[in-house]
């Protein structure tokens, strides 16, 4: 099993410009999760899936978008990039009636210059 | 929502020494309490976890404590070793439903000195 995949690992964006990280889990996991780490700041939620179909916001939703393609797939979505979102992404995912562990994916490192 | 504050933001200690993170929650509704652990440009990782109908668990050299009065928790590392170098995150979280809504602490450096 890979686990949780996120694409780019690395990504520069010029101020305005659009992109979208992409996330996938092989673990038939049910919920997934997209936070963002900035120094000092822990991580914060920014929009989760409790399950196929859904979507609510978290702690830090303004600027983004997702979408719940299926239940492997949750993209997060920069309309018009910020320096404001520099940071590392890390998408998650957890599942099961007894296992609460998020597995998190290996991050995306985004500068908005 | 839950607000999750973690203390001391860094701390060093000496090979062998023990190591105390502590970490104070406010919504009372939440019953689940997992520290994660992250490695230098690494994801975080699950290290131990613990649920509000036990007070104390324990995984080798790593124990957590919770108090649910107080709202505290806090996680001991005994006979720290270098590898044990990493930053820890405190989190809380009411379990609604298949999901778990998590709030992270912002983090505790740990160095721990040859």
């Known amino acids: 099993n890979a686990g949780v995949t996120q694409t780019p690992k690395f990504q520069v964006l010029k101020t305005g410009q659009s992109m979208t990280l992409q996330c996938a889990q092989d673990?038939?996991?049910?919920?997934m999760y997209w936070y963002r780490q900035d120094p000092g700041m822990g991580l914060r939620l920014i929009y989760y899936s409790a399950s196929e179909g859904t979507t609510d916001k978290g702690e830090v939703p303004n600027g983004y978008n997702v979408s719940r393609l299926n239940k492997r797939e949750f993209s997060l979505r920069l309309e018009s990039a910020a320096p404001s979102q520099t940071s590392v992404y890390f998408c998650?995912?957890?599942?099961?009636?007894?296992?609460?562990?998020?597995?998190f994916g290996p991050g995306t490192r985004l500068t908005v210059t | 929502g839950e607000n999750v504050e973690q203390h001391p933001s860094t701390l060093s200690v000496q090979e062998g020494d023990s190591a105390v993170i502590k970490c104070t929650y406010s919504d009372s509704a939440s019953n689940y309490f997992p520290w994660y652990k992250q490695e230098l440009g690494k994801r975080p990782q699950l290290i131990i976890d613990?649920?509000?109908?036990?007070g104390e668990k324990k995984d080798q050299r790593i124990a957590v404590t919770l108090n649910k009065t107080a709202k505290h928790f806090s996680l001991h590392i005994t006979e720290t070793q270098p590898e044990d170098s990493a930053v820890y995150f405190c989190a809380a979280s009411p379990r609604s439903g298949g999901y778990q809504k998590v709030t992270f602490g912002t983090g505790t450096k740990l160095q721990v000195i040859p």
């Open positions: 673990m038939n996991h049910n919920s």
């Open positions: 998650a995912s957890s599942g099961g009636t007894s296992n609460y562990e998020q597995y």
């Open positions: 613990i649920r509000s109908n036990v």
